[in-house]
């Protein structure tokens, strides 16, 4: 049986793996990490490709290790001198730079070796701990850790769900399988915020006065996607002091700047429409008509206004699905075991993140207690704290 088993090995799974290893002295073949991904943070360079992202959103204090100033120090040495690449303001690394400090630590403490390539279909509760059962076998742990989000569940708008079944060639930035090339011909890009932005800009730059962006409404200019008073006592002692999760919920969606850009990325995206590299429309698709020759891939696309766009390639960067995550057997575990949840369907959990005796959560999970900041990089490195108390 093992010590800990973290189910999700995104950034939340890989960073916990690392702290707890590193940090919290637990030895490497007491811990898996289940994901279905053969190595680390494989969505995360999936996505962050298929964005043409350029530099983070957060500050390099934000990495992958528990040490906020590790980044810092990796920039100088041989190795990670030639990335020291940073955007103002709060220092923000460069993607390539990032990526390399993480696969440093990735190899440095061999954090690939404590990987189980499986998915979790079921959970059991144990005299001692919990059985997880995945689609290669079952997992035994004394502790488990839920630290997966709805990275598998793009949202799509039912206009375009409806358009795709139909055979539209539209497909979403954050589909696993979706591997974004050159489009030849028009392309629409659909979104409202920061990874719509990056994506119609790298997109404009390859193929200038073919792509359209369609916002529902004018970019809205936020630094990071909540305040920095959500990782202080500023805001967080009023958020612990309610006591009505409904209330909690509503807190964090006022608080989650959903659909909005950093003053960099707004430029980059004004600098393109007035060069006449992307054509910018404020306004919401409602209905695709499909080319009456087969043989055309080319779309219309109906607006709310009663215009209309034509595309030959319609991308959707519309984030993902906000539900709870975990499916159908999270909701039998759930039920099963009596989990406490809110209204809202998320777990109710102490302030070690404890849903249950030796079961723990991470990510959106885990929200409703460390609040709106929970999905981020400083949302695990706050779990993990917390998650830490119970050794």
């Known amino acids: 049986m093992l010590d800990w088993l973290i189910i999700g090995g995104g950034i939340h799974g890989t960073y916990l793996s690392l702290y707890l290893t590193r940090r919290r002295n637990i030895s490497p073949d007491r811990i898996q990490v289940l994901d279905p991904y053969p190595q680390p943070l494989a969505l995360w360079h999936h996505f962050t490709a298929n964005t043409g992202m350029s530099y983070l959103r957060s500050s390099h204090a934000h990495n992958l290790h528990f040490d906020p100033f590790s980044l810092i120090t990796f920039t100088r040495t041989r190795a990670g001198q030639p990335l020291a690449n940073f955007i103002e303001p709060y220092g923000r690394p460069s993607l390539a730079l990032f990526n390399a400090h993480s696969q440093l630590l990735i190899e440095r403490y061999k954090l690939d070796t404590v990987r189980e390539i499986g998915r979790a279909q079921g959970l059991q509760r144990l005299t001692n701990g919990w ?98 008073g959500w990782i202080t006592h500023q805001y967080l002692d009023n958020y612990h002091q309610e006591t009505d999760y409904t209330r909690r919920r509503e807190m964090i969606r006022a608080a989650r700047h959903r659909g909005s850009m950093p003053n960099d990325i707004a430029r980059e995206l004004d600098q393109a429409v007035q060069h006449g590299l992307l054509n910018l429309r404020i306004d919401e698709g409602i209905h695709v008509r499909l080319a009456d020759n087969k043989q055309s891939k080319s779309m219309t696309l109906e607006l709310a206004s009663g215009e209309n766009l034509k595309a030959d390639h319609i991308i959707l960067a519309t984030g993902f699905e906000t539900s709870r995550p975990g499916g159908v057997w999270l909701d039998t575990a759930v039920s099963q075991h009596a989990l406490p949840t809110a209204p809202d369907s998320f777990p109710i959990v102490d302030q070690r993140l404890c849903w249950s005796p030796g079961l723990f959560v991470s990510g959106s999970l885990a929200e409703l207690e460390v609040g709106p900041v929970a999905r981020n990089f400083v949302g695990v490195k706050l779990a993990a704290e917390r998650i830490g108390d119970s050794l």
């Open 131 to 228: 059985r997880v059962e995945t689609d290669s076998g079952s997992l035994e742990a004394k502790n488990v850790i839920l630290a997966f989000g709805n990275t598998e569940r793009p949202y799509w708008p039912s206009w375009a769900r409806e358009a795709q079944t139909s055979g539209a060639n539209i497909h979403h930035l954050f589909d696993p399988t979706y591997n974004r090339t050159v489009p030849d011909g028009e392309t629409l890009v659909i979104g409202g915020g920061i990874t719509a932005a990056q994506v119609a800009t790298t997109l404009s730059l390859q193929s200038p006065g073919e792509v359209t962006l369609l916002m529902r409404h004018e970019p809205r200019l936020h630094q990071f996607d909540a305040d920095l």
